[in-house]
């Protein structure tokens, strides 16, 4: 029979409460949060990867987008760039990145991440254009509108909704998708769970796992927020409006 300390007794130490408490006592540490390599610099860090990726991609994606929706043709491009991205595994390419030329580190992790932040956006954009109502374009160009003021005044303030529905769902998974940096030499908030994992000390990375992911609630609902205040007043009436119905 197994005494106190024998294999019984260690596998209940290490079982999932003991992992949770470990998680809990680290992230109450105050020492965990400051210094270089502290949650503060780390989330800093973090963020700054995640918000580079996405812009990049809005400057790309964005542009690209309206531009092909409001010319009604390139449907079938929008779905093979976005197929095509969606389907290389950002871990892969950030691997070849940081053995070729780019190099280890944040470089190789934000070219990785923006490569895949361009689908939803670049998809909505199209999207969002494209079912724009003929009739308030018609209108507006009877008003003697350009096809440009057409675009600026009419077409992309109706299509803001999913416009920055695109946006908002890329920097969820940009933020998601930026702790695979620590795989690679690079910075944020993956570093603790990557060294909790490597030191075997599992309540760490539970820790930097619900950092990530707190990170991410915050976004959206900071990205639904501004989302709302960005659609114009008509349109939420109506979204309330059908929703009710």
């Not at 160009?141 to 529905?165: D, H, N, T």
């Not at 890329?170 to 690079?186: E, K, N, W, Y």
């Not at 501004?226 to 009710?244: F, G, I, K």
């Amino acid at each position: 029979m197994s005494g106190a300390g024998g294999p019984l007794a260690a596998a209940v130490g290490n079982g999932p409460t003991s992992v949770v408490q470990e998680a809990v006592v680290w992230l109450n540490d105050p020492a965990n949060w400051t210094g270089p390599n502290g949650i503060l610099s780390l989330a800093s860090e973090h963020l700054a990867m995640s918000a580079i990726a996405v812009l990049a991609a809005a400057v790309i994606a964005l542009p690209l987008g309206i531009w092909l929706g409001y010319a009604g043709r390139g449907a079938t491009l929008t779905v093979v760039v976005a197929n095509t991205t969606r389907a290389l595994p950002t871990l892969a390419l950030l691997t070849l990145f940081a053995a070729s030329a780019i190099g280890f580190g944040n470089r190789a992790t934000v070219l990785a991440v923006t490569i895949f932040a361009i689908p939803p956006i670049l998809t909505n954009a199209h999207e969002g254009i494209r079912g724009v109502d003929p009739d308030a374009k018609d209108a507006a160009a009877g008003m003697g509108m350009s096809r440009s003021r057409v675009l600026r005044a009419v077409a992309i303030p109706l299509a803001i909704p999913l416009v920055a529905a695109g946006i908002r769902t890329s920097a969820v998974q940009v933020v998601a998708t930026i702790p695979l940096a620590a795989l690679v030499g690079g910075g944020g908030l993956g570093v603790i769970i990557v060294t909790g994992i490597a030191t075997q000390r599992y309540g760490k990375a539970l820790a930097g796992a619900v950092l990530v992911a707190t990170i991410c609630l915050v976004v959206e609902g900071l990205l639904a927020l501004a989302q709302r205040l960005a659609t114009p007043a008509p349109l939420r009436y109506l979204a309330r409006a059908e929703a009710a119905t």
